[in-house]
């Protein structure tokens, strides 16, 4: 079985800074995705970022960067210029990749990062 | 992207009575969705696997008889909280499978606070 671990239940960041938040995960498999989520207070999943396995190169979007180091098996989030709206618990999590076609796309989830932007 | 629809947003109903959550794909056919609970600061649990024409999987430890789950088309999941207890009071989350071309990617209901008073 897959496990995620966050190890920061709770981080704060100055506007416009920079952040990181850390994931580790364990696998026996190969071929797996990752994933951030962001949960805001409206409790909405948004998918921030996501980083294949197979793929040496860092995943990135805008503001927001991964450090993939899939020896460590670790997954960490950097977010660039920090904004107040991205005030909210973060997820990391963990997707099996099946290539036989089942239907077996289970999210396996950290226990979350609250990140909080303070003006 | 894909949207998913999540109704009732907010239940709050007497113990003993059951409850009808409705997960709804609505610019794409789903043929998996999932169901997860999420205790306040928590983080999401997953309880089934919801597979279009039949039975759902359900997760190590959650009773099926009392989260019935339904997903008669390729569009619509539903879980039913049979005979409600206070305990039953979580968030409750849907997920999707996205289209073909995106099926790694799930994406999300905007869920459902059920409250058993």
């Known amino acids: 079985a897959q496990t995620v671990t966050q190890s920061q239940p709770e981080m704060s960041v100055q506007e416009a800074e920079t952040v990181t938040l850390s994931c580790t995960y364990d696998t026996s498999e190969s071929n797996y995705y990752l994933f951030w989520y962001k949960q805001p207070p409206s409790r909405q999943m948004i998918l921030v970022i996501r980083?294949?396995?197979?793929?040496?190169q860092n995943a990135t979007e805008n503001r927001f960067s991964v450090n993939f180091q899939k020896a460590a098996k670790s997954f960490s989030l950097k977010i660039s210029d920090s904004q107040l709206g991205d005030t909210a618990m973060y997820f990391c999590a963990f997707m099996k990749l099946l290539y036989s076609g089942g239907s077996n796309y289970k999210l396996t989830f950290g226990k979350g990062t609250l990140l909080t932007v303070n003006p | 992207g894909a949207v998913v629809s999540q109704h009732p947003s907010r239940v709050i109903c007497k113990s003993g009575t059951s409850v009808k959550i409705e997960c709804r794909s609505l610019?794409?056919?789903?043929?998996?969705m999932f169901w997860y609970r999420q205790f306040p600061k928590k983080s999401l649990m997953l309880m089934a696997t919801?597979?279009?024409?039949?039975?759902?999987?359900?997760e190590q430890g959650v009773e099926k008889d009392k989260f019935l789950i339904n997903h008669a088309s390729l569009t619509l999941s539903t879980l039913t909280v049979t005979s409600a207890h206070p305990e039953d009071s979580s968030f409750y989350i849907c997920s999707a499978r996205g289209p073909r071309a995106t099926n790694e990617k799930l994406f999300f209901g905007s869920g459902t606070q059920l409250s058993v008073l």
């Open positions: 919801s597979n279009e024409g039949s039975k759902a999987t359900y």
């Open positions: 980083q294949e396995a197979y793929k040496q």
């Open positions: 610019d794409f056919q789903a043929t998996t």
